[in-house]
């Protein structure tokens, strides 16, 4: 029904800069909002960040706040993650998530990407 693929991870030194993007594609009848979160290992699954769809309202969590911006291009469905100014501790698998209407139902559901690793290490 609906495809998430994510890129633009890697590894990156300390202080360094990644971009990542996840494009949407398939039967989308409308999307309300598309954001990112991670996971480390041996921990939970994480907020990491979220933008409305029609708005463009932005929510970060406070460990990412001022470091990372999320954006998006509603023409190409399309979300993007600038993170500067990365720690050791941003490492982390990436996912991307969608909340979004699809045709076949239209009723509201989460869709997720594969996950992208980022690595930040000297």
């Known amino acids: 029904q609906v495809q998430l693929v994510e890129s633009g991870g890697g590894l990156v030194q300390p202080g360094g800069s990644l971009r990542l993007s996840c494009a949407a594609s398939?039967?989308?009848?409308?999307?309300?909002?598309m954001g990112w979160y991670r996971q480390a290992p041996g921990k939970e699954r994480e907020f990491v960040a979220r933008?409305?769809?029609?708005?463009?309202?932005?929510y970060y969590a406070d460990s990412v706040k001022g470091r990372f911006t999320i954006s998006r291009d509603n023409a190409k469905n399309t979300v993007y993650l600038q993170m500067n100014s990365l720690k050791p501790e941003d490492t982390a698998v990436y996912y991307c998530?969608?909340?979004?209407?699809?045709?076949?139902?239209?009723?509201?559901?989460?869709?997720w990407g594969q996950g992208t690793q980022v690595t930040v290490s000297s």
């Open positions: 398939g039967r989308i009848f409308s999307i309300n909002a």
């Open positions: 933008i409305s769809w029609s708005g463009g309202n932005t």
């Open positions: 998530n969608g909340r979004m209407i699809v045709v076949a139902s239209y009723l509201e559901s989460d869709f």
